[in-house]
């Protein structure tokens, strides 16, 4: 019986695995220079690191619902963004190497509740 299963699971394993991917939609990226990006509370998060400004996306359609300028950066660039808790939470460096980083954390609705440090 365990030699059945096992043949059985390699089966489907090798179906999943040769499965074809496909694209199921696209959007346009609100801005050009999309440094991260995540998803939660059936929206799509975006922030670009020229312009510093966080984006709440449709992720059906791409269209903005919200967005604010990342404005507690200070000189740091935003390199990152995910969802969650009902928080976004995006992360930012210094320009040279990307050091020195923290974290600054946002409602959903952009406005500021604070950073931590994300050395260790």
Known sequence: MKF????????????????????????????????????????????????????QLNPATGAVQNSWFVAANGTRIPSGLTFANNTVYIASAAPANLTDPYCYRYNASGTYLGNFDLDC
């Open 4 to 55: 059945a299963v096992t043949i059985v699971s390699l089966f489907l394993f090798a179906g999943i695995s040769v499965a074809d991917w496909q694209i199921v939609a696209t959007i346009d990226a609100p801005d050009t220079n999309i440094s991260g990006l995540g998803f939660g509370n059936g929206s799509l998060w975006a922030v670009d690191k020229v312009t510093e400004f966080a984006y």
